[in-house]
């Protein structure tokens, strides 16, 4: 089920995508992988952040040139670097693609609350879309608490949930995602939707695992003849799925 977005202001083409979730090994640098792969396939200028402290995953995407913005000072978050990030989001062209880590979570949600972000990116022509995961499995009670904190504390139709079901599907006592209590009791928060389809272990599973290893792009991984035929067809039906999806939610 895919939930459009609503426009709540801002200059789309100068939009900042958050990846935000207090869970650890979720699939956040994934999804902002995905995400700059996508607008840059649509021909936009992308900016790609990697704010994590501990796992820089989303640094060693090298095709997608991705600058670290360091938040530790004398082994502690310094709220004062995130200044240092709206300065940039404030001041420089094209669209923004930001990866936090679960450690620095809550200190960047509380300083985007408390010194409202939004409505400073908002005056400045540009919208915040926050994209929060939400997995199967053990980390399934962990993911939708991280969910409901940001849609609960935010004040925009802002939040874009990712459901990935690679690590089991996405269900409590049978309900799926949107069935949920903390989906109908936050649902005005959320601008859209987008599934992680489980896919074959064996096939997409693999070709998925290997592409991540190696910090591919679905593009670089398609041309390589390291791939298999099939192995980059799979690859270009996932691709083709994922950007499908983010068609119908009109970021760009």
């Not at 670097?81 to 936090?100: C, I, K, P, Q």
């Not at 959320?190 to 064996?202: E, L, M, N, Q, Y």
């Not at 997409?204 to 067809?233: N, W």
Request: charged content about 25%.
């Amino acid at each position: 089920m895919a939930i459009e977005v609503d426009d709540f202001g801002g200059d789309v083409s100068a939009a900042v995508h958050l990846s935000l979730q207090g869970k650890g090994g979720v699939g956040k640098s994934l999804i902002a992988s995905i995400l700059a792969q996508y607008l840059r396939h649509k021909g936009r200028q992308v900016q790609c952040v990697d704010t994590d402290p501990v796992n820089q995953t989303f640094s060693q995407y090298s095709a997608l040139q991705v600058c670290h913005l360091n938040l530790l000072r004398e082994g502690r978050i310094d709220p004062r670097a995130f200044d240092s990030l709206m300065e940039r989001l404030l001041t420089e062209d094209g669209l923004f693609v930001v990866d936090n880590g679960a450690s620095t979570f809550i200190p960047l949600w509380h300083y985007i609350l408390e010194n409202n972000v939004v409505g400073v990116l908002r005056e400045a022509g540009r919208r915040l879309y926050v994209h929060s995961v939400i997995t199967g499995g053990q980390s399934l009670v962990d993911t939708l608490s991280g969910f409901g904190e940001l849609a609960k504390t935010t004040a925009d139709r802002n939040v874009i949930v990712w459901v990935n079901e690679y690590f089991g599907p996405v269900q409590d006592n049978g309900k799926r995602f949107v069935e949920m209590r903390v989906f109908r009791e936050n649902q005005e928060k959320v601008a859209g939707t987008v599934a992680i389809a489980k896919r074959s272990v064996d096939t997409f599973g693999r070709d998925v695992e290997e592409m991540l290893r190696r910090k591919l792009t679905f593009g670089e991984a398609i041309e390589s003849p390291e791939f298999s035929i099939m192995a980059r067809q799979r690859l270009k039906v996932m691709r083709a799925d994922l950007f499908e999806q983010l068609d119908r939610l009109s970021i760009t």
